[in-house]
């Protein structure tokens, strides 16, 4: 009897506690709600929006409904991260093998960049590159061009845009190289377990990715025109580029900073992985006689692999969740567009606001589900 | 005989080699230095790209030649292992070098011989370098926001106060420090509490009513993420201990807080809680903003907390558990007594790293429109009359929270290494 309530009596009153706190809180906002005449709903979603979004990666206008607007915010959000994940991955990658290099200089300048970006909070290095640094970029007309096509000015960089004739046939053709490679593989790695034979797989890959394409321009059809940014006048004193694609400035102020600050923690999970494989492994992999790429290749990397990749994933969902930040410079995330804007015209706090949570939420877990998964995967499996 | 060979560099002609390499790397870097520092071009006799490599190339056959191994001079077996093991390491290191000195004339022009510091307004600034007279008529808004002027004192001595308190432990008789954690989870909050309560927001003792609009810099900073530490480390650790509970109610109610705190982020939060917070208060009920973000925030701070303690806890090997069973002792006296104590001790390093991603956070208060270090610059950078100096502003903020950040994260570390050799 005694071990019962033991037992249950702290749970019955943490529930109760929690129960308590939720109701307090729903009764609440209930009769806030009916003093200001707000009612609860999410009805508000597929009304008019009916405002703009000055960069947005689907077609969006202010007629269209505020879920799309939503979508287009999500979106934003996404391209912001992923660009930046590509570059703090890169960067990381750079710095962390450079820390452990045996030159002195290199050591210590990886060492400092580290010590630097790391200790600047996000907000205001983003608050420098647009405010300060992006700023003193030339005027569209006194811009210099970069590789000879792109324009990098105050008002944004400009780049060419790709011009496709029947992109999906170049499409397939890429899938159909990628999927005969895969059954390449498979097949070069049954010759090699059941009779010994080695065949250069990477090699014929390479030959696959590049013929396949290039089949598809010769016979399917497929054409790539680019279109350059041509500079504009529009009034006496203001020019503009027209034509290929614009990056905003907020877009890079936003990609530079965090990819700059993320990059430094990555950094430093590449730098403990390779540290944290042992060197007996090394060594004992070399006088098995492998040689140094495949130890590098089948020995090093599985093992640094292991412990890099799970921090690493978490410093990729802070990226992610520090692009909201994207709000203080106007860039038109899912924070500054849904939680901004729209709770601004329709005053639903409690709706959009957990939209808002929820969305980060679900993505936060989703790639901690997937990143437990994975680690179960590659756990080693002792015997 | 012994044949010297004259084109490999060996330890047979080691002097030859070794003078010509630095001779050679000694002219690539003057040639650098001057083309830096006096705009000269020494080697324009040359073609155009040829020109620009023309030092690479001399030094890197200077490092080349003074490639030797166990020379026997202490100082060349030095040099070469430490920048100069192979080709491509001599490449960075000349790359690196000479980055270094083309950087340092514009950069030491602009902050320092350029600049200007004198006077009290825009006009001062007549140098094409900084103006660090900007920062200078700024900076006790930078350090203190709106607050006004002649009651500064308040905020320093408050400070004063409370950094004096956080020392009482270390000057405690020994008979008291059992107490210590007593004090420091319950009694030392309150007491900072009422300091920075009377003193910097005033209204009684013959001090001035202050609201907390008016407050801001970076001792806002300071007031925010104090708070939120001492707030959110009992926190951290109720949920710590939950999500280890046996009993599945308390243990899936801590996961559910911890995850959801560590789902979302930190903007969306402060959003919460200046548009939806009020409406979830009782009716006739204000708080004041400064009060929601701390709440806010703390909770949000608590998650990770309580996952690092959590660390902490997991840390402590099984033996310690069984041995306080086996004396009798019941959850809470288990805890208290033998687990908490040790586990608290190793997760001190994990704390000050969540702390110093705290104060790194801070800046973020200005979406709900409170006005620390980030925000008083983007107020500076708007006055019409100090128009055109955001660069000198987001330099100065960078520099002190880069020193308040590194100063910390170099603390923590020691604090590490120290830990990690006492068990």
């Not at chain 2, 166990?70 to 980055?99: E, M």
């Not at chain 2, 002649?150 to 409370?162: D, G, K, P, S």
């Not at chain 2, 420090?177 to 909050?189: F, S, T």
Request: net charge positive.
């Amino acid at each position: 009897m005694n071990n019962i309530i033991k037992k249950f009596l702290p749970q019955i009153l943490a529930i109760l506690f929690v129960v308590l706190i939720f109701g307090f809180l729903t009764i609440n906002a209930q009769t806030n709600m009916d003093n200001r005449g707000i009612d609860f709903g999410f009805g508000f979603l597929s009304q008019e929006s009916s405002f703009d979004v000055q960069f947005s990666l689907i077609e969006y206008s202010g007629s269209d409904s505020y879920a799309r607007a939503f979508l287009v915010g999500l979106l934003n959000t996404l391209l912001v991260s992923f660009i930046s994940i590509i570059f703090c991955t890169i960067l990381g990658v750079i710095i962390g093998v450079a820390r452990l290099s045996s030159n002195y200089l290199i050591k210590n300048s990886a060492a400092w960049y580290v010590e630097f970006f790391r200790n600047i909070p996000l907000l205001l290095q983003i608050f420098f590159w647009y405010y300060a640094a992006l700023r003193a970029l030339p005027l569209p007309e006194k811009a210099n061009a970069w590789f000879g096509v792109t324009y990098m000015t105050v008002k944004g960089y400009y780049i060419p845009a790709m011009v496709w004739e029947n992109l999906n046939v170049f499409l397939y053709c890429g899938l159909a190289a990628i999927i005969s490679i895969i059954v390449l593989r498979n097949y070069a790695n049954n010759l090699r377990d059941t009779q010994g034979k080695q065949i250069p797989v990477l090699l014929y890959s390479i030959a696959i990715l590049i013929v396949l394409p290039l089949l598809s321009f010769l016979f399917g059809g497929v054409s790539l025109e680019f279109e350059l940014p041509q500079l504009k006048k529009l009034s006496k004193i203001s020019y503009i580029y027209e034509g290929g694609i614009s990056l905003p400035p907020e877009l890079i102020a936003l990609v530079l900073a965090l990819s700059l600050y993320t990059s430094t923690f990555v950094a430093e999970c590449v730098r403990a992985g390779i540290e944290g494989v042992s060197k007996g492994q090394k060594e004992a992999a070399a006088s098995v006689g492998l040689t140094p790429n495949q130890v590098l290749k089948l020995v090093i990397m599985p093992q640094a692999l292991r412990i890099i990749i799970p921090p690493t994933t978490n410093q990729y969902l802070n990226l992610t969740k520090n692009s909201s930040l994207a709000a203080a410079i106007a860039y038109p995330d899912l924070v500054l567009v849904f939680a901004g804007t729209a709770l601004m015209q329709t005053g639903k706090a409690i709706e959009i606001v957990s939209i808002t949570m929820l969305t980060y939420l679900t993505i936060s877990l989703t790639i901690a589900a997937i990143m437990n998964w994975y680690n179960k995967k590659i756990e080693i499996k002792e015997k | 005989m012994q044949t010297i060979n004259f084109l490999k560099p060996s330890r047979d002609n080691i002097k030859n080699y070794s003078i010509i390499g630095s001779f050679l790397v000694l002219i690539s870097l003057i040639d650098v230095i001057s083309n830096a520092f006096l705009k000269t071009n020494l080697t324009s006799f040359l073609p155009g790209s040829l020109s620009s490599l023309f030092p690479l190339i001399l030094g890197l056959i200077g490092l080349n030649m003074m490639r030797i191994d166990y020379s026997g001079n202490k100082t060349l077996d030095k040099l070469n292992k430490n920048i100069n093991t192979n080709n491509f390491n001599a490449v960075l290191t000349l790359l690196i070098l000479f980055s270094i000195i083309k950087a340092l004339p514009p950069s030491l022009s602009w902050m320092i011989l350029d600049a200007n510091i004198s006077g009290d307004s825009k006009d001062a600034c007549t140098g094409t370098g900084a103006c660090w007279t900007y920062i200078k008529v700024w900076f006790r808004r930078f350090m203190y926001g709106m607050y006004p002027n002649e009651f500064h004192w308040r905020i320093n001595t408050a400070f004063i106060l409370v950094i004096a308190l956080g020392f009482v432990g270390y000057f405690m008789k020994e008979n008291l420090k059992k107490y210590l954690a007593l004090y420091y989870v319950i009694i030392y909050p309150i007491i900072a509490y009422l300091v920075i309560y009377y003193l910097i927001s005033g209204g009684s003792f013959g001090l001035q009513w202050v609201e907390t609009g008016a407050w801001g810099g970076l001792s806002l900073t300071f007031i925010v993420s104090f708070f939120c530490l001492i707030f959110c480390f009992p926190l951290g650790m109720i949920f710590a201990l939950g999500r280890r509970s046996n009993l599945p109610a308390i243990k899936y109610i801590s996961i559910c807080y911890i995850e959801f705190w560590r789902g979302v982020p930190l903007i969306t939060v402060l959003f919460m809680s200046s548009v939806m917070f009020p409406m979830f208060l009782p009716e006739d009920f204000f708080m004041d903003k400064l009060v929601r973000v701390i709440i806010a925030i703390t909770l949000f701070e608590a998650a990770y907390c309580a996952e690092v303690i959590r660390g902490g806890l997991q840390s402590l090997p099984r033996g310690q558990y069984d041995a306080a069973k086996s004396l009798g002792m019941g959850y809470w006296k288990m805890h208290i007594f033998v687990i908490l104590p040790q586990a608290l001790k190793l997760v001190i390093p994990g704390i000050a790293n969540t702390f110093l991603a705290l104060v790194k956070d801070t800046p973020l208060i200005f979406v709900v429109g409170l006005a620390e270090l980030a925000g008083m610059l983007a107020l500076a950078k708007t006055n019409p009359k100090w128009l055109g100096f955001a660069m000198e502003g987001y330099i100065f903020a960078s520099i002190i929270f880069w020193i308040i950040c590194y100063a910390m994260s170099k603390y923590s570390y020691n604090l590490e290494a120290k830990y990690k050799t006492e068990r």
